[in-house]
């Protein structure tokens, strides 16, 4: 007769540490200086801000978006892109570089 008596220990080591493991690890999964809610209240208040504005019809006129916000990159990147979008929608044709555009939105 054979006797195991590790076999109950080494049974409830592995089931506490597959529980458990996963609570002590971290990881960071953006790059962004900003938190989950400071993001959100940016993304909100320029969406809000540009549901404001209203744009001429710029039927068939390219628009170049320049932004000068003192922000980061990603905040940058996100107004830009609103304010493309919202271009877009009063008709304009976003440009990819200034030289090629009508008219330069800053």
């Given at each position: 007769?054979?006797?195991?008596?590790?076999?109950?220990?080494?049974?409830?080591?592995?089931?506490?540490?597959?529980?458990?493991?996963?609570?002590?690890?971290?990881?960071?999964?953006?790059?962004?200086?900003?938190?989950?809610?400071?993001?959100?209240?940016?993304?909100?208040?320029?969406?809000?801000?540009?549901?404001?504005?209203?744009?001429?019809?710029?039927?068939?006129?390219?628009?170049?978006?320049?932004?000068?916000?003192?922000?980061?990159?990603?905040?940058?990147?996100?107004?830009?892109?609103?304010?493309?979008?919202?271009?877009?929608e009063a008709g304009a044709t976003v440009a990819?570089?200034?030289?090629?555009?009508?008219?330069?939105?800053?």
């Open positions: 007769m054979r006797c195991r008596p590790f076999l109950p220990l080494t049974v409830t080591a592995a089931l506490l540490l597959a529980v458990f493991g996963g609570c002590s690890t971290t990881r960071r999964i953006t790059n962004s200086t900003n938190t989950g809610l400071q993001q959100l209240l940016t993304t909100e208040a320029v969406d809000r801000a540009l549901a404001k504005m209203s744009f001429p019809n710029l039927g068939g006129r390219s628009v170049y978006v320049e932004v000068g916000a003192p922000a980061d990159c990603g905040e940058k990147e996100y107004l830009r892109r609103a304010v493309a979008a919202k271009l877009a990819h570089r200034h030289c090629d555009a009508d008219y330069l939105a800053t």
